[in-house]
Protein backbone atom coordinates (compact mmCIF):
# COMPACT_ATOMS: atom_id res chain seq x y z
CA UNK A 1 0.00 0.00 0.00
CA UNK A 2 2.71 2.42 0.46
CA UNK A 3 3.86 2.35 -2.93
CA UNK A 4 0.31 2.92 -3.95
CA UNK A 5 0.55 6.17 -1.60
CA UNK A 6 3.71 7.34 -2.69
CA UNK A 7 2.50 7.18 -6.37
CA UNK A 8 -0.03 9.33 -5.39
CA UNK A 9 1.70 12.49 -3.42
CA UNK A 10 3.80 12.35 -6.74
CA UNK A 11 0.60 13.16 -8.75
CA UNK A 12 0.26 15.60 -6.39
CA UNK A 13 3.43 17.05 -7.02
CA UNK A 14 2.93 17.51 -11.16
CA UNK A 15 -1.12 18.32 -10.64
CA UNK A 16 -0.36 21.17 -7.53
CA UNK A 17 3.41 21.97 -7.44
CA UNK A 18 6.20 20.84 -4.34
CA UNK A 19 4.81 24.28 -2.96
CA UNK A 20 1.12 23.45 -2.35
CA UNK A 21 -1.18 22.98 0.47
CA UNK A 22 -2.26 20.27 -0.76
CA UNK A 23 0.61 18.11 -0.03
CA UNK A 24 -0.12 19.32 3.82
CA UNK A 25 -3.86 18.42 4.17
CA UNK A 26 -3.81 14.71 5.42
CA UNK A 27 -5.73 13.44 2.87
CA UNK A 28 -6.28 9.60 2.62
CA UNK A 29 -4.74 8.63 -0.43
CA UNK A 30 -5.20 5.44 -0.02
CA UNK A 31 -9.23 5.43 -0.07
CA UNK A 32 -9.75 8.71 -2.09
CA UNK A 33 -10.72 11.70 -0.04
CA UNK A 34 -14.16 13.33 0.73
CA UNK A 35 -15.16 17.08 -0.54
CA UNK A 36 -17.48 19.91 0.11
CA UNK A 37 -17.08 21.86 -3.03
CA UNK A 38 -13.89 22.89 -2.96
CA UNK A 39 -12.52 22.04 0.36
CA UNK A 40 -11.25 19.23 1.93
CA UNK A 41 -13.53 17.66 4.35
CA UNK A 42 -11.74 15.22 6.64
CA UNK A 43 -7.97 15.71 7.13
CA UNK A 44 -6.04 12.92 8.96
CA UNK A 45 -5.83 13.59 12.63
CA UNK A 46 -2.51 15.25 12.47
CA UNK A 47 -3.75 18.28 10.46
CA UNK A 48 -6.28 19.44 12.92
CA UNK A 49 -5.27 23.25 14.59
CA UNK A 50 -5.89 23.13 18.31
CA UNK A 51 -6.11 26.59 20.11
CA UNK A 52 -6.29 26.33 23.78
CA UNK A 53 -8.17 29.43 24.74
CA UNK A 54 -7.24 30.68 28.63
CA UNK A 55 -8.92 33.52 30.43
CA UNK A 56 -6.46 36.37 32.70
CA UNK A 57 -8.68 37.86 34.88
CA UNK A 58 -6.12 40.02 36.68
CA UNK A 59 -4.80 41.19 32.87
CA UNK A 60 -8.47 41.71 31.95
CA UNK A 61 -7.95 39.73 28.85
CA UNK A 62 -8.49 36.56 26.86
CA UNK A 63 -5.56 34.25 25.38
CA UNK A 64 -4.84 31.96 22.71
CA UNK A 65 -2.01 29.60 22.14
CA UNK A 66 -2.17 27.42 18.96
CA UNK A 67 -0.51 24.30 19.72
CA UNK A 68 2.19 23.28 19.95
CA UNK A 69 3.49 26.85 20.36
CA UNK A 70 3.44 27.83 23.73
CA UNK A 71 3.01 32.05 22.50
CA UNK A 72 0.32 33.28 23.88
CA UNK A 73 -2.00 35.73 21.54
CA UNK A 74 -4.59 38.33 22.58
CA UNK A 75 -8.05 37.17 21.56
CA UNK A 76 -10.08 39.83 23.42
CA UNK A 77 -8.57 42.56 25.38
CA UNK A 78 -11.43 44.37 26.45
CA UNK A 79 -15.01 45.11 27.24
CA UNK A 80 -14.34 42.40 29.88
CA UNK A 81 -13.96 43.19 33.91
CA UNK A 82 -13.59 39.81 34.89
CA UNK A 83 -13.05 36.79 32.65
CA UNK A 84 -13.49 33.70 34.16
CA UNK A 85 -14.85 30.41 33.05
CA UNK A 86 -14.81 30.01 29.29
CA UNK A 87 -16.56 27.23 26.73
CA UNK A 88 -16.32 26.55 22.86
CA UNK A 89 -19.27 25.86 20.47
CA UNK A 90 -17.05 24.53 17.78
CA UNK A 91 -19.72 24.11 15.34
CA UNK A 92 -21.10 27.28 15.64
CA UNK A 93 -17.92 29.10 15.96
CA UNK A 94 -18.70 30.46 19.25
CA UNK A 95 -16.79 31.33 22.24
CA UNK A 96 -18.60 31.88 25.74
CA UNK A 97 -16.89 33.93 28.30
CA UNK A 98 -18.53 34.48 31.96
CA UNK A 99 -17.46 37.88 33.75
CA UNK A 100 -19.34 37.44 37.71
CA UNK A 101 -18.34 40.79 38.10
CA UNK A 102 -20.91 42.25 35.12
CA UNK A 103 -22.96 39.42 36.40
CA UNK A 104 -23.16 38.11 32.56
CA UNK A 105 -22.15 35.12 30.41
CA UNK A 106 -20.64 36.98 26.47
CA UNK A 107 -20.55 35.24 23.43
CA UNK A 108 -17.96 36.31 20.53
CA UNK A 109 -17.63 34.93 17.02
CA UNK A 110 -14.48 33.00 16.13
CA UNK A 111 -12.64 33.13 12.94
CA UNK A 112 -9.21 31.61 11.97
CA UNK A 113 -7.45 33.64 9.53
CA UNK A 114 -5.29 32.28 6.02
CA UNK A 115 -2.23 33.23 8.52
CA UNK A 116 -3.40 30.82 11.09
CA UNK A 117 -3.99 33.40 13.81
CA UNK A 118 -7.20 33.40 15.18
CA UNK A 119 -9.52 36.39 15.84
CA UNK A 120 -13.26 37.41 16.92
CA UNK A 121 -15.27 39.41 14.69
CA UNK A 122 -15.37 42.39 17.38
CA UNK A 123 -18.88 41.60 18.04
CA UNK A 124 -19.55 41.17 22.13
CA UNK A 125 -22.94 39.88 22.35
CA UNK A 126 -24.34 39.04 25.67
CA UNK A 127 -25.58 35.48 26.23
CA UNK A 128 -27.25 35.88 29.86
CA UNK A 129 -27.61 38.03 32.11
CA UNK A 130 -27.89 39.11 35.94
CA UNK A 131 -26.00 35.32 36.63
CA UNK A 132 -22.73 35.04 38.50
CA UNK A 133 -21.63 32.05 36.59
CA UNK A 134 -19.52 29.31 37.91
CA UNK A 135 -18.65 26.89 34.84
CA UNK A 136 -19.46 27.01 31.44
CA UNK A 137 -20.34 23.99 28.70
CA UNK A 138 -22.08 23.50 25.03
CA UNK A 139 -23.59 20.77 24.13
CA UNK A 140 -23.40 19.31 20.27
CA UNK A 141 -26.79 21.04 19.37
CA UNK A 142 -25.47 24.82 20.63
CA UNK A 143 -26.87 24.75 24.03
CA UNK A 144 -25.20 26.68 26.72
CA UNK A 145 -25.37 25.19 30.00
CA UNK A 146 -24.59 27.55 33.00
CA UNK A 147 -24.14 26.98 36.57
CA UNK A 148 -23.93 29.45 38.92
CA UNK A 149 -26.29 31.81 40.76
CA UNK A 150 -29.04 34.38 39.48
CA UNK A 151 -28.90 37.87 40.74
CA UNK A 152 -32.58 38.22 41.52
CA UNK A 153 -34.30 41.69 42.98
CA UNK A 154 -36.33 41.40 45.84
CA UNK A 155 -38.79 39.97 46.99
CA UNK A 156 -36.87 37.05 44.94
CA UNK A 157 -33.86 35.47 46.29
CA UNK A 158 -31.26 34.23 43.84
CA UNK A 159 -30.73 30.39 43.59
CA UNK A 160 -27.26 28.20 43.53
CA UNK A 161 -28.86 26.09 40.41
CA UNK A 162 -27.90 24.92 36.67
CA UNK A 163 -29.26 27.01 33.73
CA UNK A 164 -30.00 26.14 30.40
CA UNK A 165 -29.76 29.09 27.72
CA UNK A 166 -31.30 27.35 24.15
CA UNK A 167 -28.96 27.72 21.20
CA UNK A 168 -31.93 29.25 19.43
CA UNK A 169 -32.03 31.77 21.76
CA UNK A 170 -28.21 33.42 21.75
CA UNK A 171 -29.00 35.63 19.44
CA UNK A 172 -31.91 37.44 21.38
CA UNK A 173 -30.54 36.35 25.00
CA UNK A 174 -33.57 35.46 25.67
CA UNK A 175 -34.54 34.09 29.13
CA UNK A 176 -32.89 31.48 31.10
CA UNK A 177 -34.51 27.89 31.97
CA UNK A 178 -33.77 26.58 35.51
CA UNK A 179 -32.74 22.73 35.40
CA UNK A 180 -31.74 21.97 38.46
CA UNK A 181 -31.73 23.86 42.14
CA UNK A 182 -30.52 23.34 45.24
CA UNK A 183 -32.91 21.79 47.55
CA UNK A 184 -34.43 18.47 48.70
CA UNK A 185 -36.06 17.08 45.40
CA UNK A 186 -39.06 18.65 45.48
CA UNK A 187 -40.16 20.19 42.05
CA UNK A 188 -40.01 24.42 42.20
CA UNK A 189 -42.18 26.64 40.32
CA UNK A 190 -40.95 29.59 38.52
CA UNK A 191 -41.51 32.88 39.83
CA UNK A 192 -43.02 35.97 38.32
CA UNK A 193 -41.07 39.70 39.32
CA UNK A 194 -43.49 40.04 42.62
CA UNK A 195 -42.66 36.76 43.81
CA UNK A 196 -46.04 34.68 43.14
CA UNK A 197 -45.57 31.37 40.98
CA UNK A 198 -46.10 31.74 37.24
CA UNK A 199 -49.11 29.12 35.98
CA UNK A 200 -47.96 29.21 32.83
CA UNK A 201 -44.18 28.64 32.87
CA UNK A 202 -43.10 24.50 33.87
CA UNK A 203 -41.64 23.85 37.14
CA UNK A 204 -38.02 22.59 37.83
CA UNK A 205 -36.76 19.62 39.82
CA UNK A 206 -34.53 20.43 43.01
CA UNK A 207 -31.39 17.93 44.35
CA UNK A 208 -29.74 17.83 47.54
CA UNK A 209 -26.70 16.81 44.94
CA UNK A 210 -25.93 20.42 44.49
CA UNK A 211 -24.59 23.30 46.81
CA UNK A 212 -22.71 25.52 45.18
CA UNK A 213 -22.11 24.06 41.81
CA UNK A 214 -18.87 25.00 40.27
CA UNK A 215 -17.70 22.92 36.30
CA UNK A 216 -19.91 21.95 34.20
CA UNK A 217 -19.59 19.12 31.40
CA UNK A 218 -22.18 17.31 29.01
CA UNK A 219 -22.29 14.68 26.64
CA UNK A 220 -25.08 13.63 23.92
CA UNK A 221 -27.18 13.27 26.65
CA UNK A 222 -26.10 13.96 29.97
CA UNK A 223 -25.55 17.19 32.31
CA UNK A 224 -22.69 16.38 35.02
CA UNK A 225 -21.34 19.27 37.33
CA UNK A 226 -18.77 19.61 39.99
CA UNK A 227 -19.87 21.42 43.29
CA UNK A 228 -16.84 24.02 44.19
CA UNK A 229 -18.37 23.89 47.83
CA UNK A 230 -19.53 20.20 48.16
CA UNK A 231 -21.41 21.46 51.86
CA UNK A 232 -23.52 18.12 52.20
CA UNK A 233 -24.02 17.20 48.58
CA UNK A 234 -21.87 14.69 46.69
CA UNK A 235 -18.81 16.19 44.82
CA UNK A 236 -18.89 14.96 41.50
CA UNK A 237 -23.05 14.67 39.93
CA UNK A 238 -24.59 13.96 37.01
CA UNK A 239 -28.35 14.55 35.53
CA UNK A 240 -30.48 14.47 32.31
CA UNK A 241 -29.85 17.47 30.09
CA UNK A 242 -33.61 17.69 29.32
CA UNK A 243 -36.08 17.29 32.68
CA UNK A 244 -39.69 16.81 31.84
CA UNK A 245 -41.72 19.18 33.87
CA UNK A 246 -45.47 19.16 32.44
CA UNK A 247 -46.60 20.68 35.69
CA UNK A 248 -46.95 24.83 35.11
CA UNK A 249 -46.40 26.57 38.50
CA UNK A 250 -50.15 27.14 39.82
CA UNK A 251 -50.34 23.07 39.57
CA UNK A 252 -49.63 20.56 41.97
CA UNK A 253 -45.97 19.23 42.39
CA UNK A 254 -45.39 15.90 41.00
CA UNK A 255 -45.52 13.30 43.97
CA UNK A 256 -42.36 11.77 43.21
CA UNK A 257 -39.37 13.53 43.51
CA UNK A 258 -36.42 14.46 40.40
CA UNK A 259 -33.45 12.44 41.03
CA UNK A 260 -29.62 13.71 40.32
CA UNK A 261 -27.33 10.88 40.55
CA UNK A 262 -23.67 11.20 42.90
CA UNK A 263 -20.98 9.62 40.72
CA UNK A 264 -17.78 10.54 43.39
CA UNK A 265 -17.70 12.47 46.95
CA UNK A 266 -13.98 12.02 47.46
CA UNK A 267 -13.37 16.18 46.97
CA UNK A 268 -14.26 18.74 49.20
CA UNK A 269 -14.26 21.10 46.37
CA UNK A 270 -14.55 20.55 42.57
CA UNK A 271 -12.61 22.99 39.91
CA UNK A 272 -12.39 21.23 36.96
CA UNK A 273 -14.52 18.74 34.63
CA UNK A 274 -14.21 17.04 31.48
CA UNK A 275 -15.90 14.52 29.75
CA UNK A 276 -13.75 12.35 27.27
CA UNK A 277 -14.03 8.89 25.47
CA UNK A 278 -12.44 7.24 28.52
CA UNK A 279 -14.35 8.48 31.27
CA UNK A 280 -15.11 11.36 33.17
CA UNK A 281 -12.33 13.28 35.12
CA UNK A 282 -11.91 15.95 37.67
CA UNK A 283 -10.07 18.26 39.59
CA UNK A 284 -9.97 19.77 42.75
CA UNK A 285 -9.15 19.29 46.54
CA UNK A 286 -9.82 16.04 48.20
CA UNK A 287 -10.86 15.18 51.89
CA UNK A 288 -7.55 14.09 52.57
CA UNK A 289 -4.41 14.40 50.46
CA UNK A 290 -2.95 16.74 48.13
CA UNK A 291 -4.98 18.23 45.27
CA UNK A 292 -4.87 16.53 41.61
CA UNK A 293 -6.19 15.34 38.86
CA UNK A 294 -9.08 12.08 39.45
CA UNK A 295 -11.17 10.12 37.08
CA UNK A 296 -13.64 7.72 37.10
CA UNK A 297 -13.51 5.26 34.01
CA UNK A 298 -16.35 5.03 31.44
CA UNK A 299 -17.64 2.01 32.71
CA UNK A 300 -18.06 3.71 36.06
CA UNK A 301 -20.02 7.23 34.85
CA UNK A 302 -22.65 5.75 34.49
CA UNK A 303 -23.09 4.24 38.18
CA UNK A 304 -20.32 5.62 39.72
CA UNK A 305 -19.03 5.03 43.55
CA UNK A 306 -20.18 8.13 45.52
CA UNK A 307 -20.24 5.66 48.71
CA UNK A 308 -16.76 4.60 49.23
CA UNK A 309 -15.37 6.03 46.25
CA UNK A 310 -13.48 2.59 45.18
CA UNK A 311 -13.59 3.18 41.73
CA UNK A 312 -12.17 7.02 41.64
CA UNK A 313 -8.57 6.72 40.54
CA UNK A 314 -5.73 9.77 41.07
CA UNK A 315 -4.13 10.57 37.50
CA UNK A 316 -1.50 13.29 38.33
CA UNK A 317 -0.64 15.51 41.07
CA UNK A 318 -1.08 19.27 40.43
CA UNK A 319 -0.41 21.96 43.18
CA UNK A 320 -3.96 24.20 42.33
CA UNK A 321 -6.31 23.22 39.65
CA UNK A 322 -8.52 25.71 38.75
CA UNK A 323 -10.24 24.30 35.33
CA UNK A 324 -9.74 21.66 32.81
CA UNK A 325 -10.53 21.14 29.06
CA UNK A 326 -10.12 17.96 26.62
CA UNK A 327 -8.98 18.06 23.03
CA UNK A 328 -11.12 15.59 21.59
CA UNK A 329 -8.37 13.34 21.01
CA UNK A 330 -6.00 12.19 24.03
CA UNK A 331 -4.73 14.84 25.89
CA UNK A 332 -6.16 16.82 28.61
CA UNK A 333 -5.03 20.38 29.89
CA UNK A 334 -5.28 21.49 33.02
CA UNK A 335 -4.89 25.04 34.39
CA UNK A 336 -2.28 24.72 37.36
CA UNK A 337 -2.27 28.45 39.04
CA UNK A 338 -0.35 26.87 41.81
CA UNK A 339 2.52 26.66 38.82
CA UNK A 340 1.38 29.87 37.01
CA UNK A 341 1.12 27.04 34.06
CA UNK A 342 -0.48 24.62 31.71
CA UNK A 343 -0.03 21.10 32.04
CA UNK A 344 -1.48 18.26 30.23
CA UNK A 345 -1.71 14.65 30.91
CA UNK A 346 -2.94 11.88 28.52
CA UNK A 347 -6.57 10.95 29.17
CA UNK A 348 -6.59 7.86 27.37
CA UNK A 349 -6.71 5.86 30.41
CA UNK A 350 -7.34 6.59 33.62
CA UNK A 351 -3.98 5.77 35.02
CA UNK A 352 -1.00 7.48 37.15
CA UNK A 353 0.49 10.03 34.65
CA UNK A 354 3.30 12.58 35.24
CA UNK A 355 2.14 15.74 33.87
CA UNK A 356 3.81 17.96 30.98
CA UNK A 357 4.17 21.72 31.13
CA UNK A 358 2.76 22.80 27.99
CA UNK A 359 2.93 26.95 28.56
CA UNK A 360 3.72 29.48 31.17
CA UNK A 361 0.46 31.28 32.46
CA UNK A 362 0.87 33.18 35.17
CA UNK A 363 -2.72 34.56 36.51
CA UNK A 364 -4.48 31.90 34.65
CA UNK A 365 -8.37 30.69 35.59
CA UNK A 366 -10.17 29.66 32.86
CA UNK A 367 -9.69 27.26 29.76
CA UNK A 368 -10.98 26.06 26.67
CA UNK A 369 -10.02 24.18 23.90
CA UNK A 370 -10.80 24.67 19.80
CA UNK A 371 -10.50 22.41 17.54
CA UNK A 372 -10.92 23.11 13.84
CA UNK A 373 -9.48 20.99 10.66
CA UNK A 374 -7.02 22.32 8.25
CA UNK A 375 -8.66 23.16 4.64
CA UNK A 376 -7.36 24.77 1.85
CA UNK A 377 -8.95 24.95 -1.36
CA UNK A 378 -7.79 23.40 -4.96
CA UNK A 379 -8.66 23.83 -8.07
CA UNK A 380 -11.53 21.64 -9.63
CA UNK A 381 -9.51 20.39 -12.45
CA UNK A 382 -6.47 19.36 -9.40
CA UNK A 383 -8.77 17.63 -7.91
CA UNK A 384 -10.37 15.85 -10.43
CA UNK A 385 -7.26 14.50 -11.38
CA UNK A 386 -5.64 13.55 -8.28
CA UNK A 387 -9.41 11.92 -7.52
CA UNK A 388 -9.26 9.99 -10.27
CA UNK A 389 -5.23 9.03 -9.98
CA UNK A 390 -6.17 7.89 -6.63
CA UNK A 391 -9.00 6.35 -6.98
CA UNK A 392 -6.87 4.13 -10.17
CA UNK A 393 -4.30 3.71 -7.67
CA UNK A 394 -6.57 1.78 -4.90
CA UNK A 395 -7.94 -0.25 -7.58
CA UNK A 396 -4.21 -1.81 -8.51
Known amino acids: MAWRRNAAVWTALVVFGAQSDALKLGINWETGFESSGLQWKSPLPGETERYLIASFPKDFKISYARLPDPTWRPLIVHNVSNPAALAVDEQNMRLFVADPTASKVFWYKLKVLPSKFLVTDGLQHVAAENVVAKGLAVSQAGDLFISGRTIASPPLTGHSAIYKQAGDSLEAAGPLKRLWTAGDGSWIPALLPDGAPATSEPMSPSTPEIHQPGPVAVDMFTLFWGNAVKGNASAVVRGPQTVPAPFPGGAAAPKS ?64 PV ?18 AVVSVPSSTASRHAVVKVADALGIHGIAMFAVPSATKATGLGMAVVSAMASLLASW
Open 257 to 320: KASAHALANNLQAVTGLAVTASGIFYAGRPVQGRPGIFALRSEDSLTGCAADDHCVHRVAQVSN
Open 323 to 340: DMCWDGDATLFVADAGSG
